[in-house]
Structures are given as structure tokens and as C-alpha cells.
T-cell receptor, first 115, second 116 residues
Framework: DAGVTQSPTHLIKTRGQQVTLRCSPI?????VSWYQQVLGQGPQFIFQ???????GRGNFPDRFSARQFPNYSSELNVNALLLGDSALYLC??????????????FGDGTRLSIL | QQQVKQSPQSLIVQKGGISIINCAYE??????FPWYQQFPGKGPALLIA?????SEKKEGRFTISFNKSAKQFSLHIMDSQPGDSATYFC???????????????FGQGTELSVKP
């Protein structure tokens, strides 16, 4: 079975631009979470979506937004890009949102570079 | 209270040795503690995880030891191999609540190098 897939793998943007990153979860997984990983640090939680609803939000500005589609895929949007947004953006999926915490499985990420 | 502190930052071990990475947390309500392995250019891969009602969990060469009273947990890699050279992250899940769904809090990472 395919794992979590993310596209594109690499992206170069300039300050002020907008970007959309895409994620397809593992088949059968209904929950998608987004993380930002700056070089040399651990991933930082941005959002979690389950059944198209936002279930969790990290400490990120409103320039960051996301949505989930009926097929459980998800998009992360970042507006008005800043140099500090340069990072690896990771998507993770898990089977469901209910009950005890579900193991999250990560994709290989989108490397975003801001010039 | 939401932090997870990981040490050491880097670790060099000889082939066949034991690698030990430690993490400490503050929030006693955390209820899920996974370890992830990350190779350059790849996303984190789930290695092993533990819940606080268990003091130890072993899967192959990987063991998590959990000390609830000290709010610490550690990863032991037995018979370390050069292929284990990667960055390892501990993480913890805060209690479920409004806006907290699906959130993992990660440590800063440990770069492990296993010398042949």
C-alpha cells in the first residue's frame, strides 16, 4: 500500500508570494495533520483535519490555512511568504480522530525555499 | 508545560554498541510517547511508541523505557548498526481537547552516528 504522498517535493518562491502544498493520506486514513520542520529542529504542529473539519491548530499566524477534501486529501496554503517560512512541510495521516491518540505516519515532505 | 526536552543533541556509537537517547516532559497529562527515525531527505518514520501505563516496550533491537514519576522516557538501540545512523526524535501527545486534536510535540532531535 502507498504511504502518505506529498507534492511537490521541492518548491522555490519569493517573499510575498502564496503557495499551496498537497497531501494524500494512507488509504483508509481519515485524519491529516500538517507540520513545519525547520532545518535542525523537530517538526512543529500546524493543523489537524478530520472529516473535513479542523480539529487542532498550532501556534502559527493566520497566513497559514488548510482544508481537507471528501477523499481525505488535504492542502496547506501559506500567504504572504516570509523568509522564515523556508522549511520542510510534512503531512501525517492517522486512521481516525476519536479515542486515544492514533499513530501518525509521515510523508517525505515538501521542501519550501523562500528567496 | 508543553515542551519535550531531548538529549544528547548528537551521539557517536561504535558498531554493536548500545545507543541511548533521553527525553523529559512536563505535562503529566501527556498520554502517548512515540519515537521517530528520520534520514536526510525523508520524513520521520515511526519506530516504536509507548503509553504511560507501561514501563517498557521492546520491538526488535529498539526498547522504550518509561519512568512516569520522573516524567522521562528513553530509547535504547541494542547492537547498533551503521544503518541506524539517522536523526531520532521523541514526541508526546497532549491531552485531547478543543484545538488539540492530532498534535504531537517533538523534541529537538538527536543525530546518531554509528561507526563501523
Amino acid at each position: 500500500d502507498a504511504g502518505v504522498t506529498q507534492s511537490p517535493t521541492h518548491l522555490i518562491k519569493t517573499r510575498g508570494q502564496q503557495v499551496t502544498l498537497r497531501c494524500s493520506p494512507i488509504s483508509g486514513h481519515k485524519s491529516v495533520s500538517w507540520y513545519q520542520q525547520v532545518l535542525g529542529q523537530g517538526p512543529q504542529f500546524i493543523f489537524q483535519y478530520y472529516e473535513k473539519e479542523e480539529r487542532g491548530r498550532g501556534n502559527f499566524p493566520d497566513r497559514f490555512s488548510a482544508r481537507q477534501f471528501p477523499n481525505y486529501s488535504s492542502e496547506l496554503n501559506v500567504n504572504a511568504l516570509l523568509l522564515g517560512d523556508s522549511a520542510l512541510y510534512l503531512c501525517a495521516s492517522s486512521p481516525r480522530d476519536r479515542g486515544r491518540f492514533q499513530p501518525q505516519h509521515f510523508g517525505d515532505g515538501t521542501r519550501l525555499s523562500i528567496l | 508545560q508543553q515542551q519535550v526536552k531531548q538529549s544528547p543533541q548528537s551521539l557517536i556509537v561504535q558498531k554493536g554498541g548500545i545507543s541511548i537517547i533521553n527525553c523529559a516532559y512536563e505535562n503529566t497529562a501527556f498520554d502517548y510517547f512515540p519515537w521517530y527515525q528520520q534520514f536526510p531527505g525523508k520524513g520521520p518514520a515511526l519506530l516504536i511508541a509507548i503509553r504511560p501505563d507501561v514501563s517498557e516496550k521492546k520491538e526488535g533491537r529498539f526498547t522504550i523505557s518509561f519512568n512516569k514519576s520522573a516524567k522521562q522516557f528513553s530509547l535504547h538501540i541494542m547492537d547498533s548498526q551503521p544503518g541506524d545512523s539517522a536523526t531520532y526524535f521523541c514526541a508526546a501527545s497532549p491531552p485531547a481537547g478543543i484545538g488539540q486534536g492530532g498534535k504531537l510535540i517533538f523534541g529537538q532531535g538527536t543525530e546518531l552516528s554509528v561507526k563501523p
